[in-house]
Nanobody, 125 residues
């Protein structure tokens, strides 16, 4: 069983930065690709970024590339999403997810097997 718990969401001013964290079980880090997704009201869940279990490779949605950075700290069993230059359209519930390691490179929510509860990011003017 995989446990994923997000934290770090909150209210941030447009142009500001926020770092989200996802605490995961050791099993998750040894066997899975880790990802971040987001979902705004009325929209489908959207891929943000993903990273290999050991943090050596990552990939991003085009709209997030250059502003967001995904990283891991295996010693802490934690995945991070650093978000910079935040915009109003970045407001959403952000979810941490895990997929089998063979799914690396995939971007669809149904390719990821385990999910956290989500953390809300709100962007103000």
């Amino acid at each position: 069983q995989v446990q994923l718990v997000e934290s770090g969401g909150g209210l941030v001013q447009a142009g500001g930065s926020l770092r989200l964290s996802c605490a995961a079980s050791r099993r998750t880090f040894s066997s899975y690709v880790m990802g971040w997704f987001r979902q705004a009201p009325g929209k489908e869940r959207e891929f943000v970024a993903a990273i290999t279990w050991n943090g050596d490779m990552s990939y991003y949605a085009d709209s997030m590339k250059g502003r967001f950075t995904i990283s891991t700290d295996n010693a802490k069993n934690t995945v991070y999403l650093q978000m910079n230059s935040l915009r109003f359209e970045d407001a959403a519930v952000y979810y941490c997810a895990a997929a089998p390691r063979t799914a690396w490179g995939r971007r669809k929510p149904n390719d990821f097997d385990y999910w956290g509860q989500g953390t809300q990011v709100t962007v103000s003017s």
